[in-house]
C-alpha cells in the first residue's frame, strides 16, 4: 500500500509520518463531521431534498489500479453537472476542436444558470460546464448519437465499467418540472443559432444526463482517463487524447466549480467538477482521480463538506497541481 506525508504532522512535531491513503480518507472522514449543518441541499430540484444531509463518501483510484474508500463511497447519488463531463469527453471525441467555435473557454465569474452573460455575449457560452455552454456540448453529442440519452449512459458504465447505472425517475421528474431556467437558456441558445437541435429533445436530454445516479467509486473509476493521459486504467484503452486530457483538466482547473473557481483551486489545488447533488470528482495528472460525495451545499452550489475534505486531503499530503 502506498505511503503519503503527513503534512500536518510534519508541521505540529517536526517529523515526517508515513500515512496510507486509506488511513487518510478515514481521518479525514473524522474531520469533517464538525462541517455537517452548515449547508444546505439543492432545494431548487425537489427530489434532491430527500437525501439524508449526513451523507458522506469519499474514493480514490489510482492509475496503477489501486482503490481506497470511506463512508458511503458506494452508494449512488444524482451526479448533476458532473455528468457535463462525460457529455464534454463525448464530444471531444466526436468532432474535435469543433467544439470551441460553439462555445469558450473562458470561467464566466456568474452563477452556472445566468442568462445575463449569455445575452450579453451574443449567445456564446463562456465555457463548457456552465449550463449554457453544456446544453451546446450536448447538441453537438445530439447531432453525432441516434440516441443521445442512452449514449451518455452508456458511456458512463462501459467507462466505470457499472453497467447498471442509470438515470433516477423521480429526480428526473423533478428536474423535468423545475427546469424553467434551463429552457430559457436553450431557447435564447437557439434564437442565436449557437444550437442547432430540437429544443424540447435537447432539455429532455439535458435532464436525464443530471439525473444519472452513480458513487463516488463508480465516478473515480470512469474519470481515471482524464488522470491518465487519455488511457483508461479500466477499460485497457484511450478514450481521448492526451492532449485533450489535458484540455479537459485545465478547464475543470479554471471552470469546474461555478463562480468559487479561483476560491477552490487556492483551498485545494486540483481540477475538478461539482454537481449540485453534492458530488465533487477531482484529478491529479499522473496520480490519480478523487471523489467526495456530501449534499449540503455552500453559497456556490458546491458541497461544503466536500471542498473541506478536500481541502484538508491535499494539506495533509501537501499532493497539488501547483
Partial sequence: MPAVWDAAARASSGKVRPMSYQDLLDEIAREVRPYFGKGAVAGYIPALRRVPVTKFGMSLCTVTGAVYSVGDAEEPFSIQSISKLFTLMLAMSMVGDEIWTRVGKEPSGTPFNS??????????????????????????????????????????????????????????????????????????????GTIAGNVPRLLDA???QCALEMSCLDLSRALLALANRGLSPVMGEAVLTAGQAKRVNSLMLTCGMYDSVGS???????PAKSGVGGGIVAVMPGEFTITVWSPELDRSGN?????????LFTQMTGISVF
Avoid: W
Avoid at 423545475?178 to 442565436?192: D, E, I, P, T
Avoid at 477552490?264 to 486540483?270: C, E, N
Avoid at 458541497?303 to 481541502?311: H, M
Fill in 303 to 311: 458541497s461544503l463538506v466536500g471542498v473541506q475534505a478536500l481541502q
Fill in 264 to 270: 477552490f483551486a487556492y483551498r485545494v489545488g486540483l
Fill in 115 to 192: 442568462l445575463v452573460q449569455l445575452e450579453h455575449e451574443a449567445g456564446v457560452p463562456r465555457n463548457p460546464f456552465i449550463n449554457a455552454g453544456a446544453l451546446v456540448v450536448l447538441d453537438c453529442v445530439m447531432t453525432h448519437a441516434k440516441d443521445v440519452k442512452s449514449t451518455i449512459r452508456d458511456y458512463a458504465r462501459v467507462l466505470s465499467q457499472n453497467f447498471s447505472i442509470d438515470a433516477n425517475p423521480r429526480v428526473l421528474r423533478s428536474e423535468r418540472k423545475s427546469g424553467f431556467r434551463n429552457a430559457a437558456l436553450a431557447y435564447l441558445l437557439k434564437s442565436h
Fill in 206 to 208: 439535458y435532464c436525464h
